[in-house]
């Protein structure tokens, strides 16, 4: 599975973004996929999940600002960003989990100035 995340950028505080994240090589129709992001200096940290048939979580710095999708016709992975923070800056990474094997997208780049 190869995963392609875009849709990163410069955005100002209480602006919005949209990520999205192709899948190929195989469908990931049936996977929970996920967003994670990096702030500078610090660990990767969980953002968003969302099972195959829809149901999603959130990490409690992102609920109610952030939405995560999918659409399964295409393997393709979404997050709605709004109300940005500073301190949503960071590289966001797309994950796949298909038969217990993690994937990874390279990540995009997401600044947000206050």
């Known amino acids: 599975v190869q995963l392609q995340a875009f849709g990163g950028g410069l955005v100002q505080a209480g602006g919005s973004l949209r990520l999205s994240c192709a899948a190929s090589?195989?469908?990931?129709?049936?996977?929970?996929m996920a967003w994670f992001r990096q702030g500078p200096g610090k660990e990767r940290e969980f953002v968003a999940r969302i099972l195959s048939r829809g149901v999603t979580n959130y990490a409690s710095s992102v609920t109610g600002r952030f939405t995560i999708s999918r659409d399964n016709s295409n393997d393709t992975l979404y997050l709605q960003m709004n109300s940005l923070k500073p301190e949503d800056s960071g590289v966001y990474y797309c994950?796949?989990?298909?038969?217990?094997?993690?994937?990874w997208g390279q990540g995009t780049v997401v600044t947000v100035s206050s």
């Open positions: 090589g195989r469908t990931v129709r049936n996977s929970v």
């Open positions: 994950n796949a989990r298909r038969l217990a094997v993690d994937y």
